[in-house]
Nanobody
Framework: EVQLVESGGGMVEPGGSLTLSCVTS????????FSWYRQAPGKEVEFVAQ????????NYGDSVQGRFTVSRDNAKSTLWLQMNNLTSEDSALYFC?????????RGQGTWVTVSS
């Protein structure tokens, strides 16, 4: 069974940092690229970051460029999202997805709330 399970969300003050993880199982992790997306209440899904499988090249959404870092640990079948200098605009449900888009498997998500 393919599973993607996010964790690491929570409440943080503006300017703070959080690291999200996405633990996967049920498939060959090294064979796939992965993406992070987010959705704030009442808003559309927004692309956050992605990382390729072979060369680990990365790509980021404009709103997080320079603040977020996506990485992967192939030995642990885990995807990471390091988030720095968070603002209230970053508050959302964050979820990881297998592949470049949301047409494949995705996790249930983890909430991030940025508030003072």
């Amino acid at each position: 069974e393919v599973q993607l399970v996010e964790s690491g969300g929570g409440m943080v003050e503006p300017g703070g940092s959080l690291t999200l993880s996405c633990v996967t199982s049920g498939f060959s992790f090294t064979s796939y690229p992965f993406s992070w997306y987010r959705q704030a209440p009442g808003k559309e899904v927004e692309f956050v970051a992605q990382i390729s499988s072979a060369f680990r090249s990365t790509n980021y959404g404009d709103s997080v460029q320079g603040r977020f870092t996506v990485s992967r640990d192939n030995a642990k079948s885990t995807l990471w999202l390091q988030m720095n200098n968070l603002t209230s605009e970053d508050s959302a449900l964050y979820f990881c997805a297998r592949g470049w888009t949301l047409t494949d498997y995705r996790g249930q998500g983890t909430w991030v709330t940025v508030s003072s």
